[in-house]
């Protein structure tokens, strides 16, 4: 009778969540976290402080993981012994998908900089490599869902080969992955199709950034020139008029593209030629253009920027991760206010209320009632909306909700405005993994305000209202002009 040989206890799989902390150094981690910060991708606030902490702590947590003794995944129990954090299991398993997400994305971000041109391979391929199964898995079974659902439109055949091409054979074993490589033959326009394209999202994406100030790119003459080099094969493709028509209006201030994209966006033949991705994208940017008008004092485009919000709330396109950014929020608020549409306001705060953090909710709703509260300049319902209510546990909605209130005690020239000027001070002196520019134009207002009170002269506020009027955007640039 032959002996049985012992059974092997097989190891557990790590999650997506896992794989990614095991790979990734804390370098890149804070890389990571600061791509979430500037807003290219949106993680509700317990992800955020769960990613901060993995920052914070990821000697710790990977030693964990990669402990022999550890052949789990890692949990909601071990990570908050480790970080400090008390989650639930719902609040976990959150963690565990979005904050991979994130990294993908970020990956994604960093190759198309560089200008590569078939990221979804790449991550494909940087799965392998790594042997990170479980994202590997995911990836996979989305990417053959919408192929074999055909959920790109048939004009768009570079994402569908974006999907399948360029990945080295030999060095795929999983056979699932190899069935779906296609025949490639004569698709050069969808391969030239897909590469300008995303070379022109990058080009629009700089200028926006550069001219909010987040970021200072500096694009080449071959930048400037990207529209030339288009092949006429692909001009008439709607993608190409979309992004040609958004890099001329970013670049040049141009009303003409401005205009030619109001149209696009309603154009029913456009529309049927391309996924709801498009229209976000394009009314994000009729956005952006409103709101640049706006703040050279061209108050026409307010009705405009509101009716875009309206249209993106109407196709289901105002959110992010079912959640509405309070930035979002924030602007739409300040853009009513400044046309006297404070019903449409209300009415705005009233229909997101349920696209909030549920944890937040009562948080942000106080924050964009004090803030409409204060445009109105009704500041006494704005402290009232304020004064000792709980703060935010995400830095960016903490830091403008004292904003404000430092704001709300000037106006009402209260005694303990200095004090809660100061505490500001220390509040954002203190953070760490917070992008640098961002720090910056938290401390302005600041320096401002204590400029002021360091010059009774009232005479003198000229040359201070000068200076502001010439400095780059802030927050609370605004108030301080009125206020002086």
Known sequence: MKSRSPLKRKETKKSKLDEWII???????????????YKLFYLPPMSFSALD?????????????????????????LFGEITGMDLKKKDWNHIKSEIPKACSMYKKWEWLKKGHIYIDLELQAFFLKNKMDKNLDSLHNTNAKNITNYKINDNYKGVWMARNIELDLSNIDNKDIRKNLHDLN????????YYHENKLKILCEKINRTNNLIEDYTLSDA????????PESIRSFPQIKIYSSLFKMLLDDCDQSFRELEKMATDPEILAKVTVQYL????????VYATQKMNKGDLEYAEKYLTYIDILDKEGLLLEQGRIPIWRMKNAIKVAAKINRSEWAENFIQQQKNNLDRKERDIIMNYCRALLAFEQKHYGDAYDLLHYKELSKDIYIKVDTLILYVFVLLFLEDDTFERHRENLRGIINSKKNIPKKIIEKWRKPINYLTSIYKTPNRNEWAKISGEIKNDIYFPGKKWLLIYL
């Open 280 to 287: 976000s994208d394009v009314y994000g940017y009729l956005i």
């Open 223 to 230: 930048d400037k020139n990207s529209l030339d080099a288009i």
């Open 23 to 37: 790979l990734l150094s804390v370098k890149e981690w804070n890389s990571v976290c600061e791509f979430v910060s």
């Open 186 to 193: 004569d698709m050069q326009s969808a391969v030239e199709l």
């Open 53 to 77: 902490k993995i920052c914070e702590h990821h000697k710790k947590i990977k030693s964990k993981l990669l402990s022999p003794k550890n052949i789990q995944e890692m949990d909601e129990i």
